[in-house]
């Protein structure tokens, strides 16, 4: 492809921080690197951040966190990643799908309470692109209710909901560092808690049920097996690596961001004519550039943009199937009404290449986009 989806970033201090890790000698989880990492997570988000080798690791601890166990259900939007159920599924919960809003392809907090039961524990919010769910309206409905509010923020890092972090705005927050993310150590991911009475519990959970972080600590003589949990840490060197996507990491933003804006005009004629949808970004949210999609007429309309623009050398994904439409979900989880903008979103949104430096690319991605949808 000339024109890749995905580039990940690379600020070039990467390799010095990795060769500083190698000669600490400290090439397990918790190092000097970590720490600064999670100092960096607190301080723009508030909470207390530990890293995790996943966002999809970080969502499994939230799940175990929020005592999810079988019978529970929890409710979240089905266009999202498989990770966001699974979670929930291993534990033995139901994941109850709901739609999304047709225009910030977020949770429709409207249709949540007719999802509750007797069973429900968890709201699940995701924020798709980097725009935050209405998390005021879930909050109330969470309150009334006394259910637990988990965000998977997987793609919201530095984005923010009424000049509040997104990850600050529930009792857990998942982050994902993936390559595919704004900000990546190639596999990774952080867990926030957001409430600390379950601090503690989260550190043993990460350290494979164990109470090793206390002893490290100082707080016990010896550590021990006391809880259910997993290795849920990354190497040294995965952090040494975050680290150095951290200390760019505004430059990185207002680079795509950039990259974002550009896009958004380009297309503003294109919507004009009624051949696109643009996103939407209600003005309370503050994002971070990570997808630019476009909403086709129909599946068909942008099956061929897909294609044309491989041809092109450009390569323009759609985006999830259905949670509720996939085997797994339709083995292990149910449905709250019809998900009619989920099925919808699904058939007619691709995205486009959106990286740091993409640079010139960007205006024959656009022309190629306008050219074959009849827009130019």
Same mark, same amino acid.
């Given at each position: 492809?000339?024109?890749?989806? /995905?580039?990940?970033?690379?600020?070039?201090?990467?390799?010095?921080?990795?060769?500083?890790?190698?000669?600490?000698?400290?090439?397990? %989880?918790? &190092?000097?690197?970590?720490?600064?990492?999670?100092?960096?997570?607190?301080?723009?988000?508030?909470?207390?951040?530990?890293?995790?080798?996943?966002?999809? !690791?970080?969502?499994?601890?939230?799940?175990?966190?929020?005592?999810?166990?079988?019978?529970?259900?929890?409710?979240?939007?089905?266009?999202?990643?498989?990770?966001?159920?699974?979670?929930?599924?291993?534990?033995?919960?139901?994941?109850?799908?709901?739609?999304?809003?047709?225009?910030?392809?977020?949770?429709?907090?409207?249709?949540?309470?007719? *999802?509750?039961?007797?069973?429900?524990?968890?709201?699940? *919010?995701?924020?798709?692109? %980097?725009?935050?769910?209405?998390?005021?309206?879930?909050?109330?409905?969470?309150?009334?209710? &006394?259910?637990?509010?988990?965000?998977?923020?997987?793609?919201?890092?530095?984005?923010?909901?009424?000049?509040?972090?997104?990850?600050?705005?529930?009792?857990?927050?998942?982050?994902?560092?993936?390559?595919?993310?704004?900000?990546?150590?190639?596999?990774?991911?952080?867990?926030?808690?957001?409430?600390?009475?379950?601090?503690?519990?989260?550190?043993?959970?990460?350290?494979?049920?164990?109470?090793?972080?206390?002893?490290?600590?100082?707080?016990?003589?010896?550590?021990?097996?006391?809880?259910?949990?997993?290795?849920?840490?990354?190497?040294?060197?995965?952090?040494?690596?975050?680290?150095?996507?951290?200390?760019?990491?505004?430059?990185?933003?207002?680079?795509?961001? /950039?990259?974002? /804006? @550009?896009?958004?005009?380009?297309?503003?004629?294109?919507?004009?004519?009624?051949?696109?949808?643009?996103?939407?970004?209600?003005?309370?949210?503050?994002?971070?550039?990570?997808?630019?999609?476009?909403?086709?007429?129909?599946?068909? !309309?942008?099956?061929?943009?897909?294609?044309?623009?491989?041809?092109?050398?450009?390569? !323009?994904?759609?985006?999830?199937?259905?949670?509720?439409?996939?085997?797994? %979900?339709?083995?292990? &989880?149910?449905?709250? &009404?019809?998900?009619?903008?989920?099925?919808?979103?699904?058939?007619?949104?691709? @995205?486009?290449?959106?990286?740091?430096?993409?640079?010139?690319?960007?205006?024959?991605?656009?022309?190629?986009?306008?050219?074959?949808?009849?827009?130019?």
């Amino acid at each position: 492809m000339r024109v890749p989806y /995905n580039r990940p970033a690379v600020t070039g201090r990467e390799i010095d921080f990795i060769r500083e890790a190698l000669e600490t000698r400290h090439l397990s %989880g918790d &190092g000097p690197f970590s720490k600064r990492c999670e100092a960096w997570l607190e301080a723009r988000i508030g909470g207390t951040a530990r890293l995790t080798h996943s966002c999809t !690791a970080a969502l499994e601890m939230a799940a175990i966190l929020a005592d999810v166990g079988p019978g529970d259900e929890v409710i979240m939007p089905s266009f999202t990643f498989v990770s966001t159920a699974n979670a929930f599924v291993l534990r033995g919960a139901t994941p109850v799908f709901i739609d999304i809003r047709p225009d910030t392809l977020n949770i429709d907090p409207a249709l949540i309470e007719a *999802a509750i039961t007797p069973r429900t524990k968890v709201i699940v *919010a995701v924020h798709y692109a %980097g725009v935050c769910a209405e998390m005021d309206a879930i909050q109330n409905i969470a309150d009334r209710h &006394g259910l637990m509010i988990i965000e998977d923020a997987a793609q919201a890092l530095l984005s923010s909901y009424f000049d509040r972090p997104a990850g600050s705005l529930s009792t857990i927050s998942c982050f994902s560092f993936h390559e595919t993310k704004n900000l990546v150590s190639g596999e990774g991911g952080a867990i926030l808690i957001n409430d600390p009475k379950l601090v503690e519990r989260a550190d043993i959970i990460r350290e494979k049920g164990t109470n090793r972080t206390a002893f490290r600590k100082r707080t016990v003589d010896k550590y021990t097996w006391v809880d259910i949990g997993s290795s849920y840490l990354p190497a040294e060197i995965i952090a040494a690596h975050l680290w150095a996507q951290f200390e760019a990491g505004d430059d990185t933003t207002t680079m795509r961001m /950039n990259i974002w /804006n @550009r896009y958004h005009q380009g297309f503003q004629s294109a919507e004009l004519k009624e051949c696109v949808v643009r996103p939407t970004v209600p003005q309370h949210c503050s994002h971070n550039g990570h997808i630019y999609y476009l909403l086709l007429k129909s599946k068909i !309309a942008r099956d061929g943009l897909i294609v044309s623009l491989a041809e092109d050398g450009i390569l !323009a994904p759609f985006h999830y199937i259905p949670l509720h439409s996939a085997p797994a %979900g339709l083995r292990y &989880g149910r449905t709250s &009404g019809e998900l009619v903008h989920t099925d919808a979103t699904s058939d007619r949104l691709i @995205r486009l290449p959106l990286f740091r430096d993409l640079g010139d690319d960007q205006e024959i991605v656009i022309d190629r986009v306008l050219s074959h949808i009849g827009s130019a």
